[in-house]
């Protein structure tokens, strides 16, 4: 449904891929009634729980899970510069300006 007036449009994610922190009973019901698809392993006591209720166990897209690795990677090599990790910037046009030429010099490195 579109927002009535100006601003930007309202947008869902059609899925989450997280690590096992955010492995959790409240999450995962939250996402589903949103309609929200997660891809979040879970955690070795929650399986286990699982098994002695009966239950089965929630399947793991690995090939989505192994994508979010990319990401990750991403993350950590854009925190090797440290203007990036401490936010030494106050204006977020200067942050912003910063991400995009880390993200240039890692670019042209590769």
Known sequence: MARPGPGRPRTRPVRLVADKGYSARSIRAYLRRRGIACT?????????????????RCTLDRSVY???????????????????????????????AMVTLACLQLWLAT
């Open 66 to 96: 192994r994508r979010r690795n990319v990401v990750e990677r991403c993350f950590n090599r854009l925190k090797q510069y440290k203007a990036l990790a401490t936010r030494y910037d106050k204006l977020a046009r200067h942050y912003q």
């Open 40 to 56: 979040i392993p879970e955690r070795s006591d929650q399986i286990a729980g699982r098994r002695r209720r009966g239950e089965p």
